[in-house]
């Protein structure tokens, strides 16, 4: 239906749809020739399309190497897994740093190594128990194909499908493997592979790309290039050489922050090492004991695998609620999404509909009207759940007669028809075929509007042109459209909607209802599943122009008569507001937007398209699921930035201690073995334990950020308190071991007193943990004293030290304060500036 055939220039290096003048690679494929040199492949061999291959001849391929199965799709093998859990940067550092502490002897400041230790198993373990986990979930979602061999048909693994392979599509399929059409006719979407949104016609003998979709039509194909052959896998590996473009979340400030730490360390060890050294005149083993102390108080061992394992530990937890995660950044995005786009069929009401009436108009005789759908009804393939319920409805095997041309329906035009030669009928949305206005005609559907049912109207269609194909000029009809009939469909809200709904508006969570229906009946519908404003409602029809779509955006809940391409622009308009944007969707007409979307969320019921685009897919098609995923992304980055807080104030005190001692050329006060003991009791074991919370709160502000607002109070606190001891040991010429020992007792008060504020609100649980923390510490510091460099204080040095510690509690208040007031003016500065 005035669908044009369009060749583009796809960027191949980083793959971003039409060569834009901005991309600074410059490197294209001529899609024109890549079809040319298909077709010519094409003429090498050609399979029957009624037999398709044999499996000698799948054999032969499989061993021939020509099967479609891409390199790197598989997940990492358990060796892999552990090897690169125990040969990480930070871990050869550690290893280097035990093998200087071993030949000076030091062995009681080894303890750093279990910590080291414990970290891997724990690593190696959780992502091996992932990876088993969704193993096992991938492959009930598996995608598959139906294909023709030894003259029968049967459905495979995509990777199971062998170069020459005879394969059946229909509307929603995800082109596996790039193919030459043999028979049949199909509309197809190259939008995730070259960027323009245009539907394609394909005819016989036309090529296709992998990676695109198919909106409607049926065919066979033969696969000509599969595997790592195939335009959408070489086009995945140019994608790789660059970053993809997406906001920075948790994992990247992570890793920046991780990259950061680890490069400067080097030079920060070789300094210090020749200060304590050269300049104060310290032996070789004090000289590295301070040396590796410092750098073990830099270096983040467990944030990173901490984040890691958390983010692992939710994916396996929302794999056994029956719900796939593609991707783990996507559970970050979830937790902070503030606005879920959703479809109303499949996600408020239930996917299947239900024909409740045919109302003859005109006066046309209702069994007329009835022959007439019925034989139009059975020749139309079942791809969407309105044909699906037509065809349940009448029941009907055979028709009286064959159409010599149908054009199925295209969420498009919202219409789809038949030629019988002499007759040509429409079924499709009556704003879209109704060319001149009728009152009474109107209000009689705008009466079926107001009671939530959708529409449809069927209508025969004159023409004077000779071809088919002339019948429809773009996505106008140039003929005259007679109304026959109107048909009344409905299917009931899910059961569980409106907690579903009324669990996002508690959580301030805007939803908006993006659908091909009628805006009334989507109005209405939403308003029965208690979504929010949803009598704030538009008809997307009417709406023309970019600028246009951004203000309905922003002042609207309920969208109607949405196109695919404004589903997309939809989306994007509201990230461009500043919104984080979670879209769910299950047809074909869906993926534009899914592939916008922040977060893209996919029924497993739906199209092969929509599930594999989508971030994450729920195996059991019920959005009354979201609840729990959206909870669980939150429990896992709220968690995480409390846990984190409290590996930076390690860090960033050993910093800020470093740098001092490096400038005032003194001792580095503490050792490794005191490092050791604070970075597990404060640290490491509180931070897993709390990990593992419950905790709904919605996620706000830049993870980073957050994180060191909470943890520089504590570290500068720790700064403060130590160097003042110091420089009452320098004035009362207080021993080396009396002053390690007092900056040691301070630091951990500093550190604990962190773990309070991060235990808050101290219920029974945290209680516990952080008593626990406690009284092992003190064990530890009783019982083996000098393990840990432990010396007994006299009366000068506990009055020095009870002084500081009391003054622990209003410096850190006075910091905090302090902070408080630097992070309202950066937000009120963004705000002006926004």
Same mark, same amino acid.
């Given at each position: 239906?005035?669908?044009?055939?369009?060749?583009?220039?796809?960027?191949?290096?980083?793959?971003?749809?039409?060569?834009?003048?901005g991309c600074?690679k410059?490197?294209?494929?001529?899609?024109g020739k890549h079809?040319?040199?298909?077709?010519?492949?094409s003429?090498?061999?050609l399979?029957?399309?009624?037999?398709?291959?044999?499996?000698?001849q799948?054999?032969?391929?499989?061993e021939?190497?020509?099967?479609?199965?891409v390199?790197?799709?598989?997940?990492?093998?358990?060796?892999?897994?552990?090897?690169?859990?125990?040969?990480?940067?930070?871990?050869?550092?550690?290893?280097?740093?035990?093998?200087?502490?071993?030949?000076?002897?030091?062995?009681?400041?080894?303890?750093f190594?279990?910590?080291?230790?414990?970290?891997t198993?724990?690593g190696?373990?959780?992502e091996?128990?992932?990876?088993?986990?969704l193993?096992?979930?991938?492959?009930v979602?598996?995608?598959?194909?139906?294909v023709?061999?030894?003259?029968?048909?049967k459905?495979?693994?995509i990777?199971?499908?062998?170069?020459?392979?005879i394969v059946l599509l229909?509307?929603?399929?995800?082109?596996?493997?790039d193919?030459?059409?043999?028979?049949?006719?199909?509309?197809?979407?190259?939008?995730?592979?070259?960027?323009e949104a245009?539907e394609?016609?394909?005819?016989?003998?036309?090529?296709?790309?992998?990676?695109?979709?198919?909106?409607?039509?049926?065919?066979?194909?033969?696969?000509?290039?599969?595997?790592d052959?195939?335009?959408?896998?070489?086009?995945?590996?140019?994608?790789?050489?660059?970053k993809?473009?997406?906001?920075?979340?948790?994992?990247?400030?992570?890793?920046?922050?991780?990259?950061?730490?680890?490069i400067?360390?080097i030079?920060?060890?070789?300094?210090?090492?020749?200060?304590?050294h050269?300049?104060?005149?310290?032996?070789?083993?004090?000289?590295?004991e301070?040396?590796?102390?410092?750098?073990?108080g830099?270096?983040p061992?467990?944030?990173?695998?901490?984040?890691s394992?958390?983010?692992?530990?939710?994916?396996?937890?929302?794999?056994?609620?029956?719900?796939?995660?593609?991707?783990?950044?996507?559970?970050?995005?979830?937790?902070?999404?503030?606005?879920?786009?959703v479809d109303?069929?499949?996600?408020?009401?239930?996917?299947?509909?239900?024909?409740?009436?045919?109302?003859?108009v005109?006066?046309v005789?209702?069994e007329?009207?009835?022959?007439?759908?019925?034989?139009?009804?059975?020749?139309?393939?079942?791809?969407?759940?309105?044909?699906?319920?037509?065809?349940?409805y009448?029941?009907?095997?055979?028709?009286?007669?064959?159409?010599?041309h149908i054009?199925?329906?295209?969420s498009?035009?919202?219409?789809?028809?038949?030629d019988?030669?002499?007759?040509?009928?429409?079924?499709?949305a009556?704003?879209?075929?109704?060319?001149?206005?009728?009152?009474?005609?109107?209000?009689?559907?705008q009466?079926?509007?107001?009671?939530?049912?959708?529409?449809?109207?069927?209508?025969?269609?004159e023409?004077?042109?000779?071809?088919?194909?002339?019948?429809f000029?773009?996505?106008?009809?140039?003929?005259?459209?007679?109304?026959l009939?109107l048909?009344t469909l409905?299917?009931?809200?899910?059961e569980?909607?409106?907690?579903?709904?009324?669990?996002?508006?508690?959580?301030?969570v805007?939803?908006?209802?993006?659908?091909?229906?009628?805006?009334?009946?989507?109005?209405?519908?939403a308003?029965?599943?208690?979504?929010?404003a949803?009598?704030?409602?538009i008809?997307?029809?009417?709406?023309?122009?970019?600028?246009?779509?951004?203000?309905?955006a922003?002042?609207?809940?309920?969208?109607?008569?949405?196109?695919?391409e404004?589903?997309?622009?939809?989306?994007?308009?509201?990230?461009?507001?500043g919104?984080?944007?979670?879209?769910?969707?299950?047809g074909?007409?869906?993926?534009l937007?899914?592939?916008?979307?922040?977060?893209?969320?996919?029924?497993?019921?739906?199209?092969?398209?929509?599930?594999?685009?989508?971030d994450?897919?729920?195996?059991?098609?019920?959005?009354?699921?979201?609840?729990?995923?959206v909870?669980?992304?939150?429990?896992?980055?709220?968690?995480?930035?409390?846990?984190?807080?409290?590996?930076?104030?390690?860090?960033?005190?050993?910093?800020?201690?470093?740098?001092i001692?490096?400038?005032?050329?003194?001792?580095?006060?503490?050792k490794?073995?005191q490092?050791?003991?604070?970075?597990?009791?404060?640290?490491?074991?509180?931070?897993f334990?709390?990990?593992?919370?419950?905790?709904d709160?919605?996620?706000?502000?830049?993870? $980073?950020?957050?994180? &060191? #607002?909470? +943890? %520089? /109070?504590a570290?500068?606190?720790?700064?403060? =308190?130590?160097?003042w001891?110091?420089?009452?040991a320098?004035?009362?010429s207080?021993?080396?071991?009396?002053?390690?020992?007092?900056?040691?007792?301070?630091?951990t008060?500093?550190?604990y007193?962190m773990l309070?504020r991060?235990c808050?609100?101290?219920?029974?649980?945290h209680?516990?943990?952080?008593?626990?923390?406690?009284?092992?510490?003190?064990?530890?510091?009783f019982?083996?004293?000098?393990?840990?460099?432990?010396v007994?204080?006299?009366?000068g040095?506990?009055?020095? $030290?009870?002084?500081l &510690? #009391?003054? +622990? %509690? /209003?410096?850190?208040?006075?910091?905090?304060? =302090?902070?408080?007031k630097?992070?309202?003016?950066?937000?009120?500065?963004?705000r002006?500036?926004?």
């Amino acid at each position: 239906m005035g669908i044009s055939v369009k060749t583009s220039l796809l960027c191949e290096y980083c793959a971003c749809g039409p060569k834009l003048a901005g991309c600074e690679k410059g490197m294209v494929i001529d899609m024109g020739k890549h079809a040319d040199s298909l077709k010519e492949e094409s003429k090498f061999f050609l399979t029957d399309t009624d037999t398709g291959l044999t499996s000698e001849q799948v054999h032969e391929r499989m061993e021939s190497g020509l099967s479609n199965a891409v390199t790197g799709r598989a997940s990492r093998a358990t060796g892999r897994i552990i090897a690169s859990n125990i040969f990480t940067y930070f871990n050869l550092i550690f290893f280097f740093l035990a093998a200087v502490l071993l030949y000076e002897r030091s062995y009681n400041n080894l303890a750093f190594l279990g910590v080291v230790a414990a970290n891997t198993v724990i690593g190696i373990v959780q992502e091996l128990r992932s990876k088993k986990e969704l193993e096992k979930l991938q492959l009930v979602n598996e995608p598959d194909a139906l294909v023709i061999r030894d003259a029968k048909q049967k459905r495979i693994l995509i990777e199971e499908l062998v170069q020459d392979d005879i394969v059946l599509l229909a509307a929603g399929n995800q082109i596996c493997a790039d193919a030459v059409l043999c028979e049949g006719t199909l509309r197809v979407n190259e939008a995730l592979v070259t960027g323009e949104a245009d539907e394609v016609v394909k005819t016989s003998g036309d090529t296709l790309l992998s990676g695109s979709f198919v909106v409607s039509g049926q065919a066979k194909v033969r696969l000509t290039r599969v595997g790592d052959q195939s335009f959408s896998a070489n086009i995945s590996k140019s994608a790789k050489k660059i970053k993809k473009h997406q906001r920075p979340g948790m994992m990247t400030s992570l890793t920046r922050l991780i990259q950061m730490i680890g490069i400067i360390i080097i030079p920060f060890a070789a300094l210090m090492f020749w200060n304590q050294h050269f300049v104060l005149g310290y032996s070789e083993k004090v000289s590295v004991e301070n040396t590796a102390a410092a750098i073990i108080g830099m270096i983040p061992e467990g944030l990173y695998l901490l984040t890691s394992i958390a983010l692992a530990a939710s994916t396996v937890r929302l794999a056994r609620k029956h719900t796939l995660v593609h991707d783990m950044k996507c559970i970050e995005t979830l937790a902070r999404v503030d606005t879920i786009c959703v479809d109303k069929t499949g996600t408020i009401t239930e996917p299947q509909m239900k024909l409740t009436g045919i109302i003859p108009v005109h006066g046309v005789p209702e069994e007329e009207v009835r022959q007439q759908l019925e034989d139009y009804v059975c020749v139309m393939p079942p791809d969407n759940e309105t044909m699906k319920a037509l065809q349940a409805y009448f029941h009907k095997a055979l028709p009286n007669r064959r159409p010599m041309h149908i054009w199925e329906f295209s969420s498009r035009t919202k219409y789809s028809a038949a030629d019988y030669g002499k007759e040509v009928y429409l079924l499709g949305a009556p704003e879209y075929l109704i060319q001149q206005k009728d009152d009474a005609f109107s209000s009689v559907i705008q009466e079926h509007y107001a009671h939530g049912e959708r529409v449809l109207l069927f209508a025969g269609y004159e023409f004077e042109v000779d071809s088919p194909e002339n019948m429809f000029v773009g996505d106008t009809l140039t003929g005259t459209v007679r109304p026959l009939a109107l048909l009344t469909l409905t299917n009931p809200i899910r059961e569980n909607a409106s907690d579903t709904f009324q669990y996002f508006g508690n959580q301030g969570v805007a939803v908006k209802v993006i659908s091909g229906d009628n805006a009334l009946t989507a109005a209405l519908t939403a308003q029965k599943a208690g979504i929010p404003a949803a009598e704030k409602y538009i008809d997307m029809s009417t709406v023309d122009g970019k600028k246009a779509v951004a203000k309905a955006a922003q002042e609207y809940t309920v969208f109607g008569r949405v196109t695919p391409e404004q589903k997309s622009e939809l989306i994007r308009a509201m990230k461009k507001a500043g919104h984080i944007v979670a879209m769910a969707g299950d047809g074909v007409n869906d993926v534009l937007a899914l592939k916008d979307a922040d977060c893209a969320i996919a029924m497993a019921s739906g199209s092969d398209a929509a599930s594999n685009i989508a971030d994450i897919v729920l195996l059991e098609s019920d959005f009354s699921a979201m609840p729990q995923i959206v909870t669980e992304g939150r429990r896992v980055i709220n968690n995480i930035q409390r846990s984190a807080s409290l590996f930076l104030v390690k860090n960033i005190f050993s910093f800020f201690l470093c740098i001092i001692s490096l400038i005032s050329i003194s001792l580095y006060p503490l050792k490794p073995a005191q490092i050791s003991l604070a970075s597990a009791l404060m640290i490491g074991v509180p931070s897993f334990f709390l990990a593992l919370e419950p905790n709904d709160e919605m996620v706000r502000g830049k993870f $980073l950020r957050n994180v &060191l #607002f909470r +943890a %520089f /109070p504590a570290a500068l606190t720790a700064v403060a =308190l130590v160097e003042w001891s110091l420089l009452f040991a320098d004035a009362f010429s207080i021993s080396t071991e009396a002053a390690s020992t007092i900056a040691f007792y301070l630091y951990t008060a500093a550190a604990y007193l962190m773990l309070y504020r991060v235990c808050r609100p101290m219920n029974v649980w945290h209680g516990i943990l952080f008593g626990t923390m406690g009284v092992v510490y003190f064990a530890a510091i009783f019982l083996f004293p000098d393990w840990f460099h432990i010396v007994s204080l006299d009366y000068g040095c506990s009055l020095i $030290l009870f002084a500081l &510690l #009391f003054l +622990a %509690f /209003p410096i850190d208040r006075f910091f905090r304060f =302090l902070f408080a007031k630097c992070e309202g003016a950066g937000i009120r500065l963004l705000r002006e500036k926004s």
